[in-house]
Structures are given as structure tokens and as C-alpha cells.
């Protein structure tokens, strides 16, 4: 489920309210939605940067 659905985010076929439901609904993890969405990567670099 997870490779599917990073494919279909990165194809903007899901948004991320939309990934964020399927957390919850135990599809994914939260790890693996920030994997997919690459909050994680955006705040370190961020961090990086100051």
C-alpha cells in the first residue's frame, strides 16, 4: 500500500489530507506518510539552513 500510494502522491493523484486518512484508517504510518509527503526532509533542511 505505501509504494502505491508515494507513487500516486508524487503523480499528484492524492493529496495529503487524503494520504492523512489513510493513517488513520491504519493503512500507512505516520512515519511513512512523512516519508511519502517528505515533511521530515523539508524540516530538516530547514533546520540546516538557520
Given at each position: ?10 503523480r499528484?493523484f ?6 492523512q486518512r ?13 516519508e ?12 540546516k539552513e538557520v
Amino acid at each position: 500500500m505505501f509504494e502505491i500510494l508515494k507513487q500516486r502522491y508524487e503523480r499528484n493523484f492524492v493529496r495529503k489530507d487524503q494520504l492523512q486518512r489513510y493513517v488513520t484508517l491504519g493503512k500507512i504510518t505516520q512515519k511513512q506518510y512523512l516519508e511519502i509527503v517528505g515533511e521530515k526532509q523539508e524540516t530538516e533542511k530547514t533546520e540546516k539552513e538557520v
